[in-house]
């Protein structure tokens, strides 16, 4: 009986997986119908002002621009550069990054990847900061100085995505803006693999893998205006809570910014779940896919999102 019962259970578990599998995958494929909107090209603007109108009158759940995105990161907003601005290209965009950060993190979580079998969270930082205080308070002065660096290189990271978008233009989909910036994070991705197989080198491999998410999230951040974070949901998973509660109550205005919420919040989860069996299956090698996730946005997401939206 217990053989019987063991065998469906995993059984169920299998089945699951594949059931996640699919809908990930269901995600990832609809998401540009679900957040579908009119892009624009250089031939159909020259300011930002023009392209706001077009945003609001897409859909009566897609709120203007300027109530969905009102802490513009990187000081003055500035007109973008005739390029390709989309909504739904941007917001896809975030999801795909989203999902590549869960990975990130899952992988470094499960102590699969270092040759010491050591695991840190490098995406989502909150439990950092309260961890480095207690190690300060209790004199533990070797976790405070290690998650003070954790916390110092995803700071760094997003440090470089500002450095080179000093002026970010909201929903310029251009590899001139923000290419470099995810070509730095492939790069580092792809030396943590290294760092995290040698064991003198594990707490500099998961640095670097903190770089790759800081920039990861200040990328998308700042190409939104603050709607896409892709490394850190405390906040969306809060504001999730308060739309719903919102809706319940009639209060519809913020359901377009609850739907790419609960899509980020999915992709990110969805990232730690493929983890599991990645890194067990490939060890390190499996963090060469969130590389090549990175490249490809880098050089190729422009054009894909040009033939998808245009």
């Not at 169920?12 to 624009?40: C, G, N, Y």
């Not at 910036?181 to 003198?200: G, M, N, R, W």
């Amino acid at each position: 009986i217990f053989k019987r019962s063991f065998g469906l259970s995993k059984s169920i578990m299998l089945s699951l997986r594949r059931l996640i599998h699919v809908a990930l995958t269901a995600l990832v494929v609809t998401a540009p119908a679900v957040f579908a909107d009119h892009s624009v090209t250089r031939n159909q603007r020259t300011t930002f002002s023009q392209v706001r109108p077009r945003v609001a009158d897409f859909s009566k759940d897609v709120a203007p621009v300027s109530e969905i995105a009102t802490i513009p990161r990187g000081g003055k907003v500035e007109a973008a550069s005739p390029s390709f601005v989309s909504q739904s290209a941007s917001i896809v965009m975030g999801l795909i990054l989203a999902l590549n950060s869960g990975f990130i993190n899952g992988c470094a979580l499960s102590g699969v990847i270092t040759a010491d079998g050591s695991s840190q969270a490098v995406a989502a930082v909150t439990a950092s900061w309260t961890n480095s205080a207690l190690g300060l308070a209790s004199g533990n002065l070797a976790k405070f100085g290690f998650l003070g660096k954790v916390l110092g290189s995803f700071i760094f990271g997003s440090f470089i995505a500002g450095y080179l978008q000093p002026k970010p233009s909201p929903f310029l989909v251009s590899t001139s803006s923000y290419g470099l910036p995810l070509a730095i994070a492939a790069i580092s991705t792809v030396l943590s693999k290294a760092c995290l197989e040698d064991k003198s080198l594990i707490k500099l491999g998961f640095y670097l893998l903190c770089v790759a998410n800081g920039i990861n999230n200040s990328v998308t951040s700042s190409m939104t205006s603050n709607l896409c974070r892709t490394s850190h949901f405390t906040g969306i998973s809060s504001d999730m809570g308060t739309f719903m509660g919102q809706i319940l109550r009639g209060n519809t205005a913020n359901l377009f910014k609850l739907k790419v919420f609960a899509a980020l919040a999915a992709c990110f989860w969805g990232g730690g779940f493929l983890s599991y069996e990645l890194t067990k299956a490939y060890g390190t090698s499996a963090l060469y896919i969130s590389a090549a996730i990175y490249l490809f946005m880098a050089v190729g997401y422009e054009k894909l999102a040009k033939s998808i939206f245009s």
